[in-house]
């Protein structure tokens, strides 16, 4: 009896410390798993600061790379063996990266998620954590091209503005710059300063996103394809410029004066004619003007991942004044657009009207170098025909053969553009400088891009050459 009571005590003493290893056992595996398992980017989100804090105690933050391999961002230690987070080339990517201190903007914010996951093997990461050890994030390799990036950059110089680029044919971003800006290795010395809206130069503006420009003559893209639609055909066109163009005693004038005397379509486009396209814009069906826009996506949010893509803005009806109709055809009025946005419209022209949704980190790499996600390029769909796409091409080829754009030098690139001289103040001699289009190198390569630079006067002069220098640091000369 003894014995056998002995034996129950003993087996039940086994049972005990069984059910405590086991419990003690699965908590192990579930505390380790809970990064693997966990996928709850919302729940995350929705309450950062407690949760980031707690990812950061087992993970160091992964870096972020340009695409062809170069640290945009990175965690290094300092002198005392504390994270800092390090931006190599400073300013050159501070809107596409953003910042991680006061907050987090850029690629830093809309995947902290993902930097402070680490995907490296579930033996190396129960080794770190039973060392004391944290694991490295994954990296996040962006579509961002160092050269295009950098052409861009300089040539904003102190120019505030936007640049921005991408491939047609897959929507990768290839490069985005906007100035005013800031160095996200010191936006904690100096947030009070870059903060200060009161100043206005809102640095923390990503402008190539998120800036809302008057067009100018950039928008006699979405015109001619609104005066085809209304049921012309390109061959109908015919006008005799004598400089200007009167509608409600208001006087629109060609650009410096100028009179640019008979024109077909082709001619009042490449010459960027604004007698001519005030006298279409009067003209033209206005709810057909209006759904050509919509087509295009004005007054629609932007199919892309990019943060807070600003939707652009077009509204014409049967109560807008002809003097502000005839404005609006030229890009002026109260029209207002994104430098993403255009450059959306030129990728889908180069595209045969095909628009693919732009995007800007390529793929997730565990330190492994294991890829824990890739993008797939996405169509959003065809915003306009391919026949469009082909007259609209073969008129922007005229601006840059025989027209506003004749005289910038493309290298030996096959390139096609709008320019563009806006203005925005009462004051008519202080224009925005636009170039909108794409080039094609001799390998079929292609590269779309919108160039906006404040107060800088000709497109032709300022935002061409500019657009000239990216697309040769990208696709050769
Ligand atoms: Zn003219």
């Known amino acids: 009896m003894t014995n056998n009571h002995n034996k129950k005590s003993v087996r039940k003493e086994i049972y005990v410390v069984a059910v405590i290893f086991g419990i003690l056992f699965i908590s192990m595996i579930v505390y380790f798993l809970r990064f693997l398992l966990f996928d709850s980017r919302e729940f995350i989100y929705n309450s950062y600061n407690s949760r980031f804090s707690v990812f950061a105690d087992d993970v160091v933050r992964g870096p972020i790379y340009t695409a062809d391999g170069r640290a945009m961002a990175k965690t290094t230690k300092d002198d005392e063996g504390n ?10 990517f501070s809107h596409a990266v953003g910042y991680v201190g006061h907050g ?6 809309s995947y902290s998620f993902d930097l402070l996951k680490s995907h490296i093997s579930l033996s190396d990461q129960i080794n770190n954590s039973l060392t004391g050890r944290k694991s490295m994030g994954d990296s996040l390799y962006t579509t961002l091209n160092y050269d295009a990036q950098k052409a861009a950059y300089d040539g904003l110089g102190m120019f505030d503005g936007a640049v921005i680029a991408i491939d047609p044919e897959t929507g990768k971003v290839v490069a985005m710059v906007s100035k005013p800006d800031y160095n996200p290795n010191t936006i904690d010395k100096y947030w009070d ?8 130069d809102s640095a923390l503006l990503n402008r190539a996103a998120n800036g809302a420009y008057p067009p100018g003559s950039t928008f006699k893209i979405v015109t001619t394809l609104a005066y085809l639609r209304d049921g012309n055909s390109s061959s109908d066109f015919s006008y005799k410029c004598d400089g200007k163009f ?3 005693d208001y006087t629109i004038h060609c650009s410096g004066n100028k ?3 008979q024109e077909d379509l082709l001619k009042a486009f490449s010459n960027s004619c604004n007698s001519a396209y005030a006298s279409i814009g009067v003209e033209l069906d206005r709810d057909i003007f209006q759904s050509t826009a919509e087509d295009l996506l004005f007054n629609k949010s932007l199919p892309t991942m990019l943060n807070g893509a600003k939707a652009s803005k077009f509204k014409i009806n049967k109560d807008t004044k002809e003097s502000i109709v005839a404005q609006t055809a030229i890009g002026q009025g109260k029209t207002t657009v994104s430098p993403l946005h255009m450059c ?7 595209n045969d009207g095909a628009l693919m949704e732009p995007y800007l980190v390529d793929r997730i790499i565990s330190d492994d170098g294991e890829v824990v996600s890739e993008t797939e390029p996405a169509l959003y769909g065809q915003i306009m025909s391919s026949k469009e ?9 005229a601006v840059v053969t025989d027209g506003t754009a004749e005289k910038v030098n493309f290298g030996d690139l096959k390139v096609y553009g709008k320019t563009g001289t806006a203005e925005y103040t009462e004051n008519k001699k202080i224009t925005h400088s636009w170039f909108v289009g794409y080039a094609i190198n001799d390998n079929g390569k292609k590269l779309a891009i919108a160039v906006i630079m404040e107060g800088a006067g000709y497109g032709s002069k300022y935002a061409a050459p500019l657009a000239a220098d990216v697309f040769k640091a990208y696709l050769g000369n």
Request: charged share 35%.
């Open 104 to 109: 987090m903007a850029g690629l830093e914010s």
């Open 246 to 248: 009167l509608v409600d």
């Open 344 to 350: 959306m419209l030129v990728s889908s022209i180069a």
């Open 389 to 397: 796409a082909e007259l609209l091409e073969e008129y922007m080829e």
């Open 83 to 92: 994270e800092v987070r390090v931006y190599p080339d400073e300013r050159l």
């Open 259 to 261: 009179s640019h005397g």
């Open 193 to 200: 300063d870059i903060n200060d809206t009161e100043k206005g």
